[in-house]
């Protein structure tokens, strides 16, 4: 494999049992490259290693005069010298291959298990681990997988050089074969501490790591309520134990630098000493001598790359840990599934919770509890993060299609998805039936005024689709990021389209027009919705409540207002000690009169305010209703305000335009409005 051929078409199945099974799996899947940085480094090193026997012939050929053999000698090291150099370039371009190409192999991996897992990868595994692994664990990875050739090729290389002090001057040989398997097995009673600190000084940097990002991620919250020097100070407290822990680290290792140091230089004294002796006693002569010596001084080099695979395998054994916990986590279902490849539409059925979306209805879904909210969501998707019994779609299982079908089935938009930097058309460059383009995509979402401040931030794009979107959309307001994220959604046209809460964000005004707008792009498709807006959900076509996990009642928006009080309690926010004063006798008296009264202004005087067109006037009404201020606004939204007053004369007639004519109908819409209207007294 070469880096000119990543990515990979398959990276394979990796072994996730262990940290070290997984570092075994990963080089045996690059036994090419290993074998190729291997060669490469054995002629590098055996270059060096001759040397030492080229200078000693020449030192015996000049002390013989013998002009020939001089000239044997000086060929010799220019060839070596030209060796060297070929063999460490070339080694070098392996060992760098092997490096990234690995590091590819595990960011494929890591990728591929993030697109499976979904949503339930953070909630599994924290962000700032993910964070971790995903780059400084994989250079930890690589570069191990990197070190592993050279260290083989030094390795021979030093078994090489020692049996061939030995064969050349055996007593002075014998010394250097006993002396540097004790240099390079000295520092191994310091690697399980040295590896301990290492352990311990990534444990705080991914910990200062994940504060950074929850940081980061908040600051806008943070900002809002003062609380940037708080977390500051505890990054900085963070920061600083990182700090002591890699200066104690950095002490371990620097240790065993130093002995790495300090024995090979024992070493040639002590054949330095002995080596003199015998020459002066006239077994050796001085060319064995310098020949042995210069072997000795060169040793050094290679024996650098036991410390070298030593530190790599401290650094990358927790890191591959980290990279297989991660890579080890499963879905809830088999991503291959036991159907064909089908896309399937119609009714969408959730027998857990008896929820129904009929075949190209706007359904609504109002749950109490916002986690509950997202988890079901994720359910209606084929994401379950547990198993259980299967979400059907026109009957069919959705976790038994394979992953790419039920995706494509049904698409799911939580309630804080992420944009990725690019430009906008990048953006919305996703897969997509073609029905709906970016610009009725944009308009249906309300994104004018988003598109007029990316191209404000992007000064040479002239064209909005062309303008550049920062990282997670940082540059935006949560509901213009919120708009943007429905968009891209909308432009897909999935046959189901899930959303939870996607106007949470956004305020009255604009709400009305997004409710509209996806109602309208929407039309004819599948749509669930989750949601407590009254402005969702007096659009939505079927109503459904989920309470402790069934579903409790299903209706239209203003039946279940009135009838249903839990309905009611999680739409208006209605606190139980509201609702029996609400409920109470007088309460209820002064109801009934205002009631009467508004239902005769409704029909006489305030006919004038009624919308023609009934009910499919109902958003462009609510639009004109929130035009009578705060007040109008949060009775007509449905979202009471405990600072603000009834609203009186045209605001309140504003409030109920657009009600249909029909008496009966009237008077219980007026009855419901009164009701909101007290609560917010």
């Not at 944009?419 to 990048?426: D, K, Q, V």
């Not at 389209?497 to 709400?511: G, I, K």
Request: charged residues 20%.
């Amino acid at each position: 494999m070469q880096i000119q051929d990543l990515p990979y078409k398959d990276p394979g199945v990796p072994d996730v049992r262990s940290g070290p099974r997984f570092l075994w799996w990963l080089g045996r899947n690059q036994l090419g490259g290993q074998f190729k940085a291997l060669a490469w480094g054995l002629l590098h090193f055996t270059s060096v290693a001759g040397l030492p026997f080229c200078v000693g012939f020449a030192i015996e050929a000049v002390v013989d005069r013998s002009g020939s053999r001089l000239a044997v000698a000086g060929g010799l090291l220019v060839l070596c010298g030209f060796t060297i150099a070929l063999g460490d370039t070339f080694l070098h371009r392996s060992a760098v291959t092997n490096w990234i190409t690995a590091a590819a192999r595990v960011q494929q991996l890591l990728a591929r298990k993030t697109a499976q897992l979904g949503s339930a990868l953070t909630r599994r595994v924290a962000a700032g681990e993910v964070v971790a692994v995903s780059t400084g664990d994989v250079e930890r990875i690589g570069w191990f997988v990197e070190a592993v050739s050279r260290f083989a090729a030094a390795a021979l290389s030093v078994m090489l050089v020692c049996v061939g002090l030995v064969v050349y001057q055996p007593a002075l040989g014998i010394v250097v074969a006993v002396g540097v398997p004790v240099l390079a097995l000295s520092v191994l009673p310091l690697l399980p501490r040295a590896t301990r600190r290492a352990d311990f000084q990534r444990e705080k940097a991914g910990r200062a790591t994940e504060l950074a990002s929850d940081t980061v991620a908040g600051l806008r919250v943070l900002r809002g309520i003062g609380g940037e020097d708080l977390f500051l100070d505890r990054y900085r407290r963070a920061s600083q134990e990182v700090r002591h822990a890699a200066v104690r680290s950095a002490r371990m290792w620097a240790l065993i630098s130093g002995i790495q140091v300090l024995l090979p230089g024992l070493l040639m004294i002590a054949v330095v000493w002995h080596g003199v002796g015998l020459a002066q006693e006239g077994r050796i002569t001085v060319g064995q001598l310098v020949t042995v010596y210069s072997a000795v001084m060169l040793l050094a080099y290679p024996l650098r790359h036991f410390e070298e695979i030593a530190m790599a395998y401290s650094f990358s054994r927790p890191s591959a840990k980290r990279a297989a916990g991660v890579l080890s986590l499963e879905r809830a279902t088999d991503i291959e599934g036991s159907r064909e490849a089908v896309v399937p539409t119609g009714d969408l059925y959730d027998p857990a919770t008896g929820l129904l979306a009929p075949a190209g209805c706007l359904t609504a879904v109002v749950c109490g509890d916002p986690d509950a909210a997202g988890r079901l969501a994720e359910r209606l998707g084929g994401h379950a993060s547990e198993e259980g019994t299967s979400v059907l779609l026109d009957g069919v299982p959705l976790d038994e299609l394979p992953l790419d079908s039920a995706r494509t089935a049904v698409l799911v938009q939580d309630k804080d998805p992420v944009l990725l930097s690019g430009t906008l058309r990048e953006l919305l460059d996703v897969p997509a039936s073609g029905a709906v383009t970016a610009e009725e995509a944009l308009a249906a979402a309300q994104c004018g005024d988003v598109l007029e401040a990316l191209v404000q931030g992007s000064l040479d794009a002239e064209d909005p689709m062309d303008a550049r979107i920062t990282e997670r959309g940082r540059s935006l307001s949560g509901g213009q990021r919120q708009r943007l994220a429905l968009a891209r959604s909308l432009i897909t046209d999935p046959g189901v389209l899930v959303l939870d809460e996607p106007t949470s964000a956004v305020d009255s005004h604009t709400e009305a027009r997004v409710a509209d707008g996806i109602r309208s792009l929407r039309a004819g498709s599948t749509t669930v919705v989750f949601t407590s807006s009254p402005l969702l959900l007096d659009l939505a076509e079927r109503v459904v409540l989920v309470h402790e996990g069934e579903v409790a009642a299903v209706g239209l928006h203003r039946d279940l207002v009135h009838n249903e009080p839990r309905y009611r309690a999680v739409v208006t926010r209605e606190t139980d000690e509201k609702a029996a004063r609400a409920n109470g006798p007088e309460a209820q008296a002064a109801m009934t009169d205002e009631a009467e009264a508004q239902a005769a202004m409704t029909d006489g005087a305030g006919a004038e305010a009624v919308v023609p067109g009934g009910p499919e006037a109902r958003p462009e009404a609510k639009a004109a209703a929130t035009a009578g201020g705060p007040d109008a606004n949060a009775a007509s939204a449905g979202r009471p305000d405990e600072n603000a007053v009834p609203a009186t004369g045209p605001a309140k007639k504003a409030a109920f335009a657009g009600r249909p004519q029909d008496h009966k109908a009237a008077f219980n819409d007026v009855l419901d409005e009164l009701e909101e209207i007290e609560e917010t007294a």
